[in-house]
């Protein structure tokens, strides 16, 4: 079972780069262009891990590190 890796990115461009990055590393991605849906994911999916855009449309990622 490979880890997993919530990443919260609404940037199209760096999306990919990372997802690409990260599965060639034989992680499992779990992907969200949205804070809102942030906690929703941490309870369905238990990540491992959160990679966090901090500039996102409809709240701040460091407002959501907090709450994390």
């Keep these: ?7 919260v990115e609404d940037n199209p461009k ?16 779990i992907h969200t ?3 809102k849906e942030v906690f929703q994911l941490l309870e369905t999916k238990l990540p491992d891990l959160v ?10 990622g460091f407002d959501l590190c907090e709450k994390i």
């Design 51 to 60: 990679i966090l855009d901090l500039v996102l449309p409809d709240v701040s």
């Design 33 to 35: 262009k949205s804070g």
């Design 1 to 7: 079972m490979s880890e997993k890796i919530l990443l």
């Design 14 to 29: 760096y999306f990919k780069m990372l997802k690409k990055l990260f599965e060639n590393e034989k992680y499992t991605i």
